[in-house]
């Protein structure tokens, strides 16, 4: 009975500190502290850090030794690779669900389109939960249990965190519910090299856009970057106020002299 009282109790703290992490509510990079998440949650800490221990196992927690267990945070690179591995598994799960699915699922699947098409217009989460669902739903379709589980627990609950990690101004929504209808389309044709290229091409659209939207320009070098601003482009001159004339390279041929 106190062992199952203890899971019970493990079970709760893990699922309300799973659901602030993949909300944002705890922040990416923050510590998680045994003695203060007990005296909050008003259980004992083994409870606590046996919920840590699974977050830990799920990707959501990192623990280092002499530092602590704190939410997982994602590099630009770690994203780069985590869309390279959403790209090839989720190209396998619409491959498997476009055999698999039942008429009720795809209209299903229509239906989430519509509603995210009819909040296209509105900065909400509503588009990028429908985003997930579509996806998720595609998931379950496959009928590959682990594979299902891999996407649906693991994968889309990292790409949440990085999204509150990485809020950004704009957003790709149209040309994203675009793609899926041409993926759910092709899962309609029952077609599957059509629809996993279809999602495979969606999954690079996206990581291409997360690519650019987070690429830092390199500095210049030294030299062209004292070149740059001692002669701006289309700048004047301080004593002037014109451009000044671009010195003639040297071994260039002289202009002849006005008579």
Known sequence: ??????????????????????????AAGA????????????VSRGPVREAIRRLQQRGLVICEPNVGARVASFSRDDMLSLYSV???????????????????????????????????????????DGDLDFHARIARAS??????????????????????QNARATTRRAQALQEH??????????????AEHAMRRHIANSRAFFEAETRVAEPLPPATRDRAARHPVGGKSSRQGLSRPARPEPG??????RR
């Open 86 to 128: 959403r790209e090839a598994l989720e190209g396998m799960a619409v491959r498997l669900a476009t055999a698999a699915i039942d008429d009720e699922e795809l209209d299903q699947l229509g239906a989430i389109l519509d509603r995210m098409a009819s909040r296209a217009d509105h900065d909400d989460d509503l588009g990028f």
């Open 31 to 42: 510590k998680l502290v045994e003695e203060s998440l007990s005296e909050r949650l008003g």
């Open 143 to 164: 009928g590959n249990p682990f594979l299902t589980r891999f996407l649906c627990e693991d994968l889309y609950a990292l790409f949440l965190i990085s999204r509150n």
């Open 1 to 26: 009975m106190l062992d199952r009282d203890a899971d019970n109790l493990a079970a709760r703290v893990y699922a309300t500190l799973g659901s602030e992490i993949l909300t944002g509510r705890m």
């Open 181 to 194: 209808r041409l993926v759910l389309a092709a899962i309609r044709s029952r077609d599957p090299d059509l």
């Open 252 to 257: 260039a041929p002289r202009r002849a002299a």
